[in-house]
């Protein structure tokens, strides 16, 4: 099936629309946010399993009953998803959600309120090998061609939610003060107890040493790959095919060395380096 088969477009941006539709769009640009939620942003393939177990057990203080018991897209949904219209009654305050968005989409009422942004940002040559499986296992996406085309098409912005850097750039440059916190997946993969601690603090959760190392090992990797309400194994083979490659893949940084040719490293890094800008000298991790 051809991407407009499987993809819608909203403002220039592709989605799939198995899990959007225009409606579900236009529920999002319509949602009423509260001064005490909490919205784990992020661009696709950049730690948003992650942020859907790790932000309810911050905000309720390392309760286990909502990741064992409910599956991550009703616990933390996404804000321009379907499913959001169904649950977002349910979410116990204050509320967890995570998006997509790049900053100029968030709803209105975003802006008005105080509620607090988690921004987590990987490393692009990381983002585009995870999302290149992706692509081979989840049925409802177009199949990603060569490992080359794939990247030219990550470099074109023909991807889910556009350019990294445009959604990078948008995010980085807001008004939002100390409503945001800025932290990356690397940061996450090297010291997963000091990053928490670093969110809880920022969230006014104050939780003590003991509950962070509570919370930091229900959401180590090997963890969240046997919980069945975090793995994605109840979605049915028709939708995602873990036979292709597993949904929770690896969950390390720095695979790209794996896969990058040098050509295709510097063809990357020029084009990114060049659409970054001033940007690119501050970012947490080198191009090269």
């Not at 509260?34 to 390392?62: A, R």
């Not at 296992?137 to 556009?162: Q, Y």
């Not at 295709?264 to 020029?270: E, G």
Request: proline share 6%; hydrophobic share 40%; aromatic share 12%.
């Amino acid at each position: 099936m051809s991407s407009e088969g499987k993809y819608l477009l909203y403002n220039g941006l592709l989605a799939p629309k198995e899990t959007h539709s225009l409606e579900s769009f236009k529920f999002a640009e319509e949602f009423t946010l509260k001064d005490d939620d909490v919205i784990g942003v992020l661009y696709p393939k950049s730690g948003t399993i992650w942020m859907q177990e790790i932000l309810p057990l911050l905000l309720n203080g390392g309760d286990l009953t909502p990741i064992q018991t409910i599956p991550n897209w009703d616990r933390v949904p996404w804000l321009e998803e379907k499913r959001l219209a169904e649950v977002v009654d349910q979410l116990p305050s204050p509320r967890a959600m995570v998006t997509h968005f790049p900053y100029h989409l968030m709803p209105a009422s975003f802006h008005t309120s105080k509620a607090k942004v988690i921004y987590v940002m990987r490393n692009p040559k990381d983002i585009l090998v995870s999302s290149f499986y992706f692509h081979q296992m989840a049925e409802f996406l177009e199949d990603p061609g060569t490992f080359d085309e794939f990247i030219e098409k990550f470099l074109e912005g023909k991807v889910l939610f556009g350019k990294w850097t445009d959604h990078v750039k948008g995010w980085k440059d807001t008004d939002l003060g100390d409503r945001i916190m800025y932290i990356t997946y690397e940061e996450m993969v090297q010291d997963l107890p000091a990053a928490l601690k670093r969110m809880s603090d920022f969230l006014g959760r104050n939780l003590s040493d003991e509950t962070i190392q509570k919370i930091a090992e229900h959401c180590s990797f090997k963890t969240m790959k046997t919980n069945t309400m975090s793995n994605f194994s109840l979605v049915p083979k028709v939708y995602m095919d873990s036979d292709k490659s597993p949904f929770l893949r690896k969950g390390i940084a720095g695979d790209w060395k794996n896969h990058f040719s040098s050509e295709q490293l510097a063809r990357f890094t020029l084009v990114i380096r060049k659409e970054l800008g001033n940007e690119s000298s501050s970012l947490p991790w080198s191009l090269d």
